[in-house]
């Protein structure tokens, strides 16, 4: 019978563990910063703004 290699088994839990960490931390900078761009209305264009006028 094989002898469990504890040392890898260690190995990676950590790995996993430092995964599940940096992913923790990615989602929680995502979550702080606001989506400036989705949030504000679109600019019209020169040509847009023109035809409002004139109207």
Request: net charge negative.
């Amino acid at each position: 019978m094989a002898k469990p290699n504890y040392a890898f088994e260690k190995r990676q839990r950590d790995l996993a563990k430092k995964q599940k960490k940096e992913e923790k931390r990615l989602s929680k900078t995502e979550s702080q910063q606001p989506p400036a761009e989705e949030e504000s209305p679109p600019q019209p264009t020169l040509d847009e703004a023109a035809e409002q006028s004139d109207i």
